[in-house]
């Protein structure tokens, strides 16, 4: 009998997905990144956007503790926080050394 399919259809197993199943946190190894995300989410009326650090370190714990493949965080949509911080770093290095070098008057 088929209850509700056709008599001609063969049952089917579904196949795994390629990426984004990984194994739950069950010592909680990663669960402080959890909660500070979770808390700026709650603070930024569930915008995302304001707490991308918070969630781009839950997703290095996972990988540093095995729970999750490790990948780059530019493949994981981080690829322009990756530049900001570099521009960042890069003009935060520029700066003291021209105000260094440049003379300071006194008053």
């Known amino acids: 009998m088929s209850f509700g399919r056709p008599p001609?259809?063969?049952?089917?197993?579904?196949?795994p997905p390629l990426l984004g199943s990984f194994p739950v946190d069950h010592d909680?190894?990663?669960?402080d990144f959890?909660?500070?995300?979770?808390?700026?989410?709650?603070?930024?009326?569930n915008n995302n956007g304001a707490c991308r650090e918070?969630?781009?370190?839950?997703?290095?714990?996972?990988?540093d503790k095995g729970l999750m493949?490790?990948?780059?965080?530019?493949?994981?949509g981080f690829a322009d926080m990756?530049?900001?911080?570099?521009r960042?770093?890069?003009?935060?290095?520029?700066?003291?050394?021209?105000?260094s070098s440049a003379p300071k008057k006194t008053s």
């Open 8 to 15: 001609n259809v063969e049952s089917f197993s579904g196949a």
């Open 28 to 31: 909680g190894e990663c669960k």
């Open 34 to 45: 959890m909660k500070n995300y979770v808390k700026c989410m709650r603070v930024n009326k």
């Open 54 to 63: 918070f969630s781009k370190a839950y997703l290095q714990c996972r990988m």
């Open 69 to 76: 493949d490790k990948d780059n965080m530019d493949n994981l």
């Open 82 to 86: 990756s530049t900001k911080t570099a």
């Open 88 to 99: 960042n770093s890069t003009h935060s290095t520029e700066s003291p050394s021209a105000e």
